[in-house]
């Protein structure tokens, strides 16, 4: 499994961006995609997670409302738009894999992710 993310960039507050994961290398519904940000000096943390089997989704409750992950299955490709961004958005996003066994299930507190993206850096600023 390879994951491939992009779309992030400079953009100022209040503005949006849309980012993606692109999978390969799998194309079972057994896992659940997790987006994870690290801003400097700060503990990385899950933004949101999808499960592959039947698309249960959860937020960190600082983007809830404001990010929506969804996912293209016919690109294998999973996207976290962003909205209404805010300076404490910064930092470097990753999606990232883990093996469910095709249950209903995703977990942003989850940090066993077994195959990472490089990263996509987000850039909140005036």
């Known amino acids: 499994v390879q994951l491939q993310a992009s779309g992030g960039g400079l953009v100022q507050p209040g503005g949006s961006l849309n980012l993606s994961c692109v999978i390969s290398g799998h194309n079972k519904d057994d896992y659940f995609i997790g987006w994870f940000r690290q801003a400097p000096r700060k503990q990385r943390e899950g933004v949101s997670c999808?499960?592959?089997?039947?698309?249960?989704?959860h937020y960190l409750s600082s983007v809830r409302g404001r990010f929506i992950i969804s996912r293209d299955k016919a690109v294998n490709t999973y996207y976290l738009q962003m909205k209404n961004l805010t300076p404490d958005d910064s930092g470097w996003y990753y999606c990232?894999?883990?093996?469910?066994?095709?249950?209903?299930?995703?977990?942003?507190?989850?940090?066993?992710?077994?195959?990472w993206g490089q990263g996509t850096q987000v850039t909140v600023s005036s």
């Open positions: 999808m499960a592959s089997s039947d698309g249960t989704s």
């Open positions: 990232a894999w883990v093996y469910t066994g095709g249950t209903s299930w995703c977990d942003v507190t989850y940090f066993g992710m077994t195959v």
